[in-house]
């Protein structure tokens, strides 16, 4: 069965850098686009960017550009989302998310991590 | 970028049927197929429940239907359950620098 584990929450300062981690099992890591997507509170879903976790490039949304960053290690089967320069509207919960078809670029996100909740708050 | 536009709630008694819409533009929601839906309790991830505008994942009950017409894309809900009152969002692929895009949400309340 496949499987998205985060990491726990998260409480940083302002203009602190969070690192979000996401392991995966169930399925061949490097097959799949990983994608993380965020959720403020009472707010609704904004995707944040996509890694291929086979060559490590990587597709940021352009609000998010210069300010995050998306790696993998291969050899845990775990995708991490960086983000730096943290303000009070980036407290939200981060979640992870497979798309959907092997080796395929579709932004169909299944499944899902259970989320991270990261507070910025001084 | 804008999100998608979908209605903010919707409702619905028990067996009755609902339908959700999801309005883009021609670079998203009318330009392709990759639109799905998600379902989200309070306090739970999202969850998929159509991809590709009408195909529905194994084990998601056959009254959540999906459709498109041009800029707009529509979950339909039949024989609303108790347990369907949740959040629901759109997704789109995007052919821009901002590769995927969500709708606003819609709150489902069954009556």
């Known amino acids: 069965q496949v499987h998205l584990v985060q990491s726990g929450a998260e409480v940083k300062k302002p203009g602190a850098s969070v690192k979000v981690s996401c392991k995966a099992s169930?399925?061949?890591?490097?097959?799949?686009?990983m994608h993380w997507v965020r959720q403020a509170p009472g707010q609704g879903l904004e995707w944040m960017g996509w890694i291929n976790p086979n060559s490590g490039g990587t597709n940021y949304a352009q609000k998010f550009q210069g300010r995050v960053t998306m790696t993998r290690d291969t050899s845990i089967s775990t995708a991490y989302m960086e983000l730096s320069r943290l303000r009070s509207d980036d407290t939200a919960v981060y979640y992870c998310?497979?798309?959907?078809?092997?080796?395929?670029?579709?932004?169909?996100?299944?499944?899902w991590g259970q989320g991270t909740l990261v507070t910025v708050s001084s | 970028q804008s999100a998608l536009t979908q209605p903010a709630s919707v409702s619905g008694s028990p067996g009755q049927s609902i339908t959700i819409s999801c309005t883009g533009t021609?670079?998203?929601?009318?330009?392709?197929?990759?639109v799905s839906w998600y379902q989200q309790h309070p306090g739970k991830a999202p969850k998929l429940m159509i991809y590709d505008v009408s195909n529905r994942p194994s084990g998601v009950s056959n009254r959540f239907s999906g459709s498109k017409s041009g800029n707009t894309a529509s979950l339909t809900i039949s024989g609303l359950q108790a347990e369907d009152e949740a959040d629901y969002y759109c997704s789109s692929k995007r052919s821009s620098s901002t590769l995927a895009v969500f709708g606003g949400g819609t709150k489902l309340t069954v009556l």
């Open positions: 169930g399925y061949t890591f490097t097959d799949y686009y």
């Open positions: 021609s670079s998203d929601v009318g330009g392709n197929n990759f």
């Open positions: 998310a497979r798309d959907r078809i092997q080796l395929w670029l579709r932004t169909e996100f299944d499944p």
